[in-house]
């Protein structure tokens, strides 16, 4: 990301060299990562709890600091966990927040606050062991892998937006973005590679692809990119991308425009939604060359999504829907058929968080 961006968008890249990992264009690389240590000291000192105790939980004997650092999930929220610290700070707040018609609030509370708010805005008493328990295990992240190996070598690329925000006059972070972020130039990672093999590129490589990644969606189609382009695929590549702004959010701008050049990239259609007064997403643009995006599906060619799920995703979807209703002269039902046609081929495939 440019100056100007409210978004601060990593590339990041990681030597695989002596690690043993390899991995196909679609697969994910899964990060173990650790909490930020202030954070971990904050909801000690919230709950008045020594950090360096030891806390026996699940046969695992280590200090407070140790489960909250690297083995319980402290910056997001979860429904149990908001039910049992209403029951330890006495809220009627957050009990009234529980209630069944108060999911819309309920749900607004997790989306905005991260566990030390609620400590701190709801006081409650904890012990160490109470709180151990209660706290979900710390899960890895996965990220979409932006590189093709065969492009590449011993190394594997990721796009990784850095999470930060205020809450108040505090400065909040997502767990594992800033953890990655702030890794040192040299410094070890403990990773895995998680197979998609639902996310693959067609093993006919005279196939078209159709790429709908807006954000850092756009990861995987880095590498399906990069690896077409090295196994010498005579099928057309469309891309799709989206962001706020051209000037500041044009993930890997110079990339695609040579690879539009080289003839490694045949169509790339932009929605930069905030350049001008109306906003224009990516399933804009699918409205907009509805005809070419039917065609290209007749002639066979592999459809891919990846990004947002909660409502990119779930408006692309009703997008090829109208789109192939007009376009194919079809029904909303035998649309519907079409596309899970498509899917059932491994035509359709979404990747999507």
Not at 93 to 103: F, K
Not at 258 to 281: N, T
């Amino acid at each position: 990301t440019g100056r100007g961006s409210d978004r601060d968008i990593r590339h990041l890249e990681l030597s695989l060299e002596g690690a043993g990992l390899d991995y196909e264009p679609g697969d994910a690389l899964g990060v173990w990562i650790e909490n930020p240590p202030a954070l971990v000291q904050a909801i000690a000192e919230a709950l008045d709890l020594d950090a360096d105790a030891a806390v026996s939980h699940g046969g695992d004997t280590r200090t407070l600091r140790g489960w909250l650092g690297s083995k319980r999930e402290i910056t997001r929220l979860s429904r149990p966990f908001v039910a049992i610290h209403a029951a330890h700070a006495g809220s009627d707040a957050l009990n009234r927040l529980l209630a069944p018609d108060q999911r819309e609030g309920l749900t607004a509370l997790m989306a905005q606050s991260q566990i030390i708010d609620l400590l701190q805005e709801h006081p409650g008493a904890w012990t160490a062991d109470a709180l151990v328990e209660a706290l979900r295990p710390l899960q890895p992240r996965l990220y979409s892998i932006a590189s093709s190996r065969k492009a590449v070598g011993d190394e594997a690329h990721l796009t990784v937006a850095h999470v930060e925000y205020r809450h108040g006059d505090a400065l909040r972070w997502g767990a594992a973005s800033h953890y990655l972020a702030n890794r040192e130039e040299g410094a070890s990672l403990p990773v895995f590679i998680e197979r998609n093999e639902r996310f693959r590129l067609p093993a006919d490589t005279s196939r078209d692809v159709i790429m709908i990644g807006p954000g850092t969606g756009v990861a995987p189609f880095r590498g399906f990119v990069q690896e077409r382009a090295v196994i010498g695929a005579t099928g057309r590549q469309w891309l799709l991308f989206g962001n706020p702004h051209a000037r500041s959010d044009f993930l890997y701008q110079l990339e695609w425009q040579d690879a539009l050049k080289r003839g490694e990239l045949h169509r790339l259609d932009l929605a930069f939604s905030r350049d001008q007064a109306h906003k224009i997403y990516v399933q804009d643009k699918l409205r907009e060359h509805g005809r070419e995006l039917f065609s290209w599906l007749e002639g066979g060619a592999h459809l891919y999504v990846c990004g947002d799920a909660t409502r990119m995703a779930k408006d692309v979807h009703a997008t090829l829907l109208d789109v192939i209703a007009e376009h194919g002269a079809k029904s909303p039902e035998d649309a519907t058929d079409y596309l899970n046609a498509l899917q059932s081929q491994g035509r359709y495939a979404r990747d999507v968080y």
